[in-house]
């Protein structure tokens, strides 16, 4: 086994640790910082596999602007992960967990099947292309091939700062147009005080 299957190997078990523990976390900070974890982890298999500029976006873009964006966005919406996660779900919701499970287990072996059995783990490795990764691959495909993916996920990014925006105003206008803020009730009256 040659180091960049040590390394390769090792990066993908973070990767998929990092994505579990984002799921299973209750603190949604916690859970942001494991999809960082991931997200890092990923990288190094991209840097693996030549794509240099991929794995450096990754970091930049995705682990340090992003992730950065969400811990703001927990802190501003006050998310402490009050969910009552001890009562029990709704038989349905029960049902859809299975399935889900099942689903991705099968998904599992079939992809482990596919590997080893076939002794395809030397496709999976293959030498990559010469320009693959590089910023003018990544260019032409985001900008004629995945064009409208690109710019829809922009407006997501939009509409979901805008949501975010909408709902941390929303506690300021309650407490400006209904009841009366802490400090408001704790003060003396100025009437009360002069006599």
Same mark, same amino acid.
């Given at each position: 086994?040659?180091?960049?299957?040590?390394? +390769?190997? #090792?990066?993908?078990?973070?990767?998929?640790?990092? &994505?579990? /523990?984002?799921? %299973?976390?209750?603190?949604?900070?916690? *859970?942001? /910082?494991?999809?960082?974890?991931? !997200?890092? %982890?990923?990288?190094?298999?991209?840097?693996?596999?030549?794509?240099?500029?991929?794995?450096? $976006?990754?970091?930049? $873009?995705?682990?340090?602007?992003?992730?950065?964006?969400? !811990?703001?966005?927990?802190?501003?919406?006050?998310?402490?992960?009050?969910?009552?996660?001890?009562?029990? *779900?709704?038989?349905?919701?029960?049902?859809?967990?299975?399935?889900?499970?099942?689903?991705?287990?099968?998904?599992?072996?079939?992809?482990? @099947?596919? #590997? +080893?059995? *076939?002794?395809?783990?030397g496709g999976m490795m293959a030498k990559p292309t010469d320009d693959f990764g590089s910023v003018a691959?990544?260019? @032409?495909?985001?900008?004629? @091939?995945?064009?409208?993916? +690109?710019?829809?996920?922009? $407006?997501?990014?939009?509409?979901?700062?805008?949501?975010?925006?909408?709902?941390?105003?929303?506690?300021?206008? =309650?407490?400006?147009?209904? &009841?009366? *803020?802490? =400090?408001? #009730?704790? =003060?003396?009256?100025?009437?009360? #005080?002069?006599?």
């Open positions: 086994m040659t180091g960049d299957m040590i390394i +390769f190997a #090792v990066s993908a078990v973070v990767a998929v640790f990092g &994505a579990v /523990m984002m799921i %299973a976390q209750k603190n949604p900070v916690a *859970s942001v /910082m494991f999809l960082i974890l991931s !997200l890092l %982890a990923q990288a190094v298999c991209y840097v693996q596999l030549g794509a240099l500029f991929l794995g450096a $976006v990754l970091v930049v $873009v995705y682990a340090g602007a992003i992730m950065v964006l969400f !811990l703001f966005v927990i802190m501003l919406l006050n998310l402490r992960g009050r969910e009552d996660l001890g009562l029990s *779900s709704h038989p349905m919701n029960t049902i859809t967990k299975f399935l889900l499970v099942v689903l991705l287990g099968v998904e599992l072996v079939l992809i482990v @099947k596919s #590997v +080893f059995m *076939s002794g395809a783990v691959q990544v260019a @032409k495909l985001l900008f004629t @091939k995945y064009m409208y993916p +690109f710019q829809l996920t922009g $407006v997501l990014l939009l509409v979901a700062l805008v949501g975010a925006v909408v709902m941390a105003r929303k506690d300021r206008s =309650e407490i400006a147009h209904g &009841a009366p *803020s802490e =400090e408001a #009730v704790n =003060e003396p009256t100025a009437g009360k #005080v002069g006599r």
